[in-house]
């Protein structure tokens, strides 16, 4: 059920009608983030001892689409914060001090809790930032690398796509099917002709990915060019597509560590997150003690 304001609630405008709110607040809508700025916040309404500002609704107002459409969201919106607060003031006027107290006890649970989380998460990462070092997840992968095991091939690709009229076409070939390091440079120079390219090829994919960077690929033909390590060339009307399968891994063959490097990463921070919030609470106390910041009477 919506509340109704009343003539007994107090709720006062600071201009003489809602309709000289709203033309004020449509003039600054455009404006309203210079004015909160430059310390010319405009006070719009009073609910008892609340006080909605524009600044409390600037959000909001970038949303509206019209003048009309905003009138009437203005209105709406200035009326609904005015039901909650008076609803509030009224709370606490007619609950029994009873449920005021227990509903306080609450809240300040509430926020205690919150704060401490919040606490807690933020030590916890500072601290996974200085443990959680490469070698302490290579070794962590060394250790359990047969438990990681691939669900789907990997593919390690490199793969240019261009117009059929490319000047330099034999040598961009050349270059492709070398590449060395000064062959990238040469092709990274001209990947503003390529219609498409994926020239990162340290970089594990799985099928998907791959059909994706590779323009010509699809479900149906990706079984004939995914199916071993093979360099391709395959043209259309337009342009030739250069295509090589570097490396792949079969399903069930044991992930890559720079695959699953991240997974790890989560899996190790898992484990002593579980640790490191078991001991926190205790040595907050036992330092509290040390320090006299906890005494018992």
């Known amino acids: 059920m919506k509340y109704r304001l009343t003539k007994n609630d107090k709720v006062i405008y600071s201009y003489k009608t809602i309709g000289s709110i709203l033309a004020v607040i449509l003039i600054f809508i455009t404006s309203c ?21 524009l600044s409390d609704i600037k ?19 200035i009326n609904n914060w005015a039901r909650k607060k008076l609803i509030y003031e009224k709370s606490l006027i007619n609950l029994p001090v009873d449920k005021i107290s227990k509903i306080n006890s609450m809240v300040d649970d509430y926020k ?21 070092n490469k070698k302490l997840i290579s070794d962590f992968y060394e250790s359990n690398k047969n438990n990681f095991k691939l669900r789907e091939p990997l593919f390690k690709i490199r793969f240019i796509s261009f117009p059929l009229d490319n000047v330099v076409r034999d040598e961009i070939i050349t270059r492709f099917r070398r590449f060395e390091p000064k062959d990238k440079i040469f092709l990274d120079s001209l990947t503003f002709q390529f219609s498409s390219y994926f020239l990162a090829d340290s970089i594990w994919l799985n ?7 590779v323009s010509f690929l699809n479900n149906n033909n990706s079984i004939k060019y995914l199916k071993r390590e093979k360099y391709y060339e395959v043209k259309d009307s337009l342009d030739l597509y250069l ?50 910041k906890f005494e018992t009477y």
């Open 59 to 77: 959000d909001s107002l970038k949303l509206f689409k019209s003048v009309d459409d905003s009138i009437s969201k203005v209105r709406g919106l």
């Open 207 to 213: 099928k998907y990915a791959t059909l994706e960077k």
């Open 112 to 132: 205690s809790s919150l704060y401490r989380n919040n606490y807690r998460e933020f030590v916890l990462k500072s601290l996974m930032d200085t443990v959680l």
């Open 243 to 292: 295509f090589e399968v570097i490396e792949k891994l079969e399903k069930n063959q044991v992930a890559p560590f720079a695959y699953i490097e991240n997974t790890i990463k989560n899996i190790v921070f898992n484990k002593k997150k579980i640790r490191f919030l078991k001991d926190f609470d205790d040595d907050i106390l036992k330092d509290a003690i040390k320090t006299k």
């Open 33 to 53: 983030e210079s004015i909160v700025n430059n310390g010319q916040d405009r006070l719009i309404a009073r609910a008892e001892n609340h006080y909605l500002y």
